[in-house]
């Protein structure tokens, strides 16, 4: 099992976390570079519990896959990403994509703001980090200022 010491290069590791440990993960790490292609997701709800394993998958089938990024050519500390989302994986609800101070510690990170591009989920502020290479995990906010927003779940995104 991934300790916090050790680095996550498999998503399915970070399920058998606790929520703290993968705040301690997330604290410890740098936010890397903005991500560019197809990125696999993998939802963390109910982290280190016998029931997250199940809720992943079945998260991945039937509503969230990952997303997949794309850099700004004239601004490259910028971008946009597209969910993938459903059984098919259509890519729909997007966000801008930079970096910015996170809400969780005030470090860098990498912003996934949802709050100018979407209708339907324009309360959540997505963070990630880079946590080995080609791996993020994020932390999902809902609420458009950080004193009134409320932390929701972790995710992975494997490159």
Same mark, same amino acid.
């Not at 010491?5 to 740098?30: G, H, M, W």
């Not at 896959?65 to 971008?79: A, L, Q, S």
């Given at each position: 099992?991934?300790?916090?010491? /050790?680095?996550?290069? !498999?998503?399915?590791?970070?399920?058998?976390?606790?929520?703290?440990? =993968?705040?301690? @993960?997330?604290?410890?790490? /740098?936010?890397?570079?903005?991500?560019?292609? /197809?990125?696999?997701?993998? &939802? @963390?709800? &109910?982290?280190?519990?016998?029931?997250?394993? !199940?809720?992943?998958?079945?998260?991945?089938?039937?509503?969230?896959?990952?997303?997949? *990024?794309?850099? !700004?050519?004239?601004?490259?500390? $910028?971008?946009?990403?597209?969910?993938?989302?459903?059984?098919?994986? $259509?890519?729909?609800?997007?966000?801008?994509?930079?970096?910015?101070?996170?809400?969780? !510690?005030?470090?860098?990170?990498?912003?996934?703001?949802?709050?100018?591009?979407?209708?339907?989920?324009?309360?959540?502020?997505?963070?990630?980090?880079?946590?080995?290479?080609?791996?993020? =995990?994020?932390?999902? *906010?809902?609420?458009?200022?950080?004193?009134?927003?409320?932390?929701?779940?972790? *995710? &992975?995104?494997? *490159?």
């Amino acid at each position: 099992m991934a300790t916090t010491n /050790q680095p996550v290069t !498999d998503p399915e590791q970070f399920l058998k976390l606790s929520s703290d440990q =993968l705040d301690d @993960i997330f604290r410890a790490s /740098q936010p890397g570079e903005i991500p560019v292609g /197809q990125g696999e997701g993998t &939802a @963390i709800i &109910a982290p280190g519990t016998a029931i997250s394993d !199940d809720i992943a998958r079945f998260v991945h089938i039937f509503s969230w896959k990952g997303k997949v *990024f794309e850099r !700004d050519t004239v601004n490259p500390g $910028h971008g946009w990403l597209k969910n993938r989302i459903l059984l098919l994986g $259509h890519k729909a609800i997007i966000a801008q994509v930079y970096k910015g101070e996170s809400w969780f !510690d005030g470090k860098d990170c990498i912003i996934l703001d949802y709050s100018h591009t979407s209708i339907v989920a324009q309360w959540i502020r997505d963070e990630i980090r880079e946590v080995s290479p080609g791996v993020f =995990l994020g932390l999902v *906010f809902w609420g458009k200022e950080k004193e009134k927003s409320h932390r929701l779940i972790h *995710f &992975a995104l494997k *490159f």
